[in-house]
């Protein structure tokens, strides 16, 4: 059974950047599909990013693209989410996964970290 650590989450201002990482104790990390969700106050689990075993092929919702890159290195077990010019709407727990299969359903996924905690303030 995989466990998986976030990290990297904070307080920053609107327009900057953070970097999380999600790193994996499981010798078979380059088998799962990795993907990346976040939760607000109130409000249900949703999807952020997606990427395949190989790092090949990422998937990003609509509110994430050309600002969020996901990213992973196998050889280190740890999976990478470049945030770039966040704003408050972006304010949340962000959570790991891992799974079988690429979804942006958190049903899909198997395993979750306990998610970091990101705050953009205006």
């Known amino acids: 059974q995989a466990q998986l650590v976030e990290s990297g989450g904070g307080l920053v201002q609107a327009g900057g950047s953070l970097r999380l990482s999600c790193a994996a104790s499981?010798?078979?990390?380059?088998?799962?599909?990795m993907g990346w969700f976040r939760q607000a106050p109130g409000k249900e689990r949703e999807f952020v990013a997606a990427?395949?075993?190989?790092?090949?092929?990422?998937y990003y919702a609509d509110s994430a693209k050309g600002r969020f890159t996901i990213s992973r290195d196998n050889a280190k077990n740890t999976l990478y989410l470049q945030m770039n010019s966040l704003s408050p709407e972006d304010t949340g727990v962000y959570y790991c996964?891992?799974?079988?299969?690429?979804?942006?359903?958190?049903?899909?996924?198997?395993?979750w970290g306990k998610g970091t905690q990101v705050t953009v303030s205006s």
């Open positions: 990427i395949g075993w190989s790092g090949g092929s990422t």
């Open positions: 499981t010798r078979t990390f380059s088998s799962y599909f």
């Open positions: 996964a891992g799974g079988a299969s690429v979804s942006s359903s958190p049903r899909s996924y198997l395993y």
